[in-house]
């Protein structure tokens, strides 16, 4: 990849909430990222909080070096939605580029402080704070008026999906930027059962958003037509534990059908795929839709929620379907009717979604992000 000679001399920090060991679709979209940056900048860092939040009580290693990336964690207080990290400053000071993840405290923090800290600015937004309808009234209070203001402190700010720039446009007009997210399309690649299965899944953190209730009440009708069908359900608790989501399964009879499966490592995750053939999401939200392009580089069939995000998945690729999972009925049926579609055409899906997905490699997302960082820098824009 080439280097340019200014960002070969520069030390670019990363700040997120959350890094590894915790996971998730911001986590390893910043592992990702550093691990691409590793070769093009003089220094590479990530400042993030000192607890994963499913795991409160453990407090973990002030530094750490993972993949080559040096971590750097720091204390926080209040809410894990908006964790105040009183060192953020300092542990900046070192950093000629700052690139922020998310709207939350340090992307307000470090706005509110650039005239002290004053370093180059940069946001992802990750889908901002509009993943769930929770407080609606309020966000949109304060994305109008605080999230305005902070937006005008960042040399750009760079929004992962159309449904995004168009909400963010709103406020930070010229200095929004579309860079579609970069995702490891080897890691499950390929890995769809070659022959038609009735075993789908489903990929994520057990958050309100992803709307697994409606999941589970959609396979609730399926296994009652057709008791041959299977779910497994891959993530990380997050607002809804493992428990509570073993409960919901068993409340609705499920207990035979649904797997759930907390904190798989990816080879196992990827021998588990090699028996399904479908991908299922009744998500509500998605700030990129990682999940989607990962199943869909696996081969997997996608039968998902028309959100936004999603949406625009299915104008661009026709072998993703839509359907809403408000409609138990509508879904069951439709993945009956796609099931015995897929009977004749299933390699030439599976080739055809596996294709789909190749723009999305993290080399090229990288070049992107840095030549962003060089065409701010180097036009002297000013915050």
């Excluded at 580029?97 to 709207?103: D, K």
């Amino acid at each position: 990849m080439h280097t340019s000679p200014f960002l070969a001399r520069q030390e670019i920090v990363h700040v997120v909430r959350q890094y590894a060991p915790g996971i998730g679709g911001l986590e390893e979209f910043v592992a990702s990222l550093a691990a691409q940056q590793r070769g093009m900048f003089a220094k590479v860092r990530v400042v993030t909080c000192d607890r994963v939040f499913s795991d409160l009580e453990t407090k973990l290693a002030a530094h750490e070096v993972i993949d080559g990336v040096e971590v750097e964690r720091i204390p926080f207080l209040g809410s894990t939605r908006y964790p105040v990290m009183p060192g953020l400053w300092r542990a900046i000071r070192s950093a000629d580029i700052v690139h922020v993840h998310g709207i939350d405290f340090a992307f307000d923090a470090l706005a509110a402080t650039r005239i002290l800290h004053k370093k180059p600015l940069f946001v992802t937004t990750h889908g901002g704070f509009f993943h769930t309808q929770a407080y609606a009234t309020l966000k949109k209070i304060w994305f109008q008026t605080l999230t305005r203001a902070s937006a005008t402190g960042y040399r750009a700010v760079v929004c992962c999906s159309e449904s995004d720039r168009e909400t963010f446009s709103k406020i930070a007009g010229k200095r929004v930027r579309l860079i579609f997210n970069g995702v490891d399309i080897e890691k499950f690649s390929g890995a769809a059962s070659k022959t038609l299965s009735r075993r789908a899944v489903t990929i994520g953190r057990f958050s309100n958003n992803k709307r697994l209730d409606l999941l589970l009440d959609m396979f609730a009708k399926l296994a009652a037509q057709d008791p041959e069908w299977r779910l497994e359900i891959f993530g990380v608790p997050f607002d809804i534990t493992g428990e509570e989501l073993e409960s919901m399964v068993a409340a609705r009879n499920l207990t035979q059908a649904v797997k759930i499966s907390v904190g798989l490592p990816v080879d196992e995750i990827r021998q588990a795929l090699e028996r399904a053939s479908f991908f299922l999401s009744a998500s509500e939200y998605e700030g990129f839709g990682l999940a989607l392009i990962e199943a869909m580089s696996a081969g997997l069939i996608p039968l998902v929620q028309p959100n936004e995000a999603y949406r625009a998945f299915a104008e661009e690729h026709g072998d993703v379907e839509l359907c809403d999972f408000s409609d138990a009925d509508a879904v069951a049926r439709k993945l009956q009717s796609l099931h015995a579609r897929m009977d004749e055409n299933l390699a030439d899906s599976q080739i055809a979604l596996m294709d789909a997905v190749q723009t999305y490699s993290w080399a090229q997302t990288a070049k992107t992000y840095s030549a962003l960082y060089e065409s701010c820098l180097s036009r002297g824009d000013i915050a």
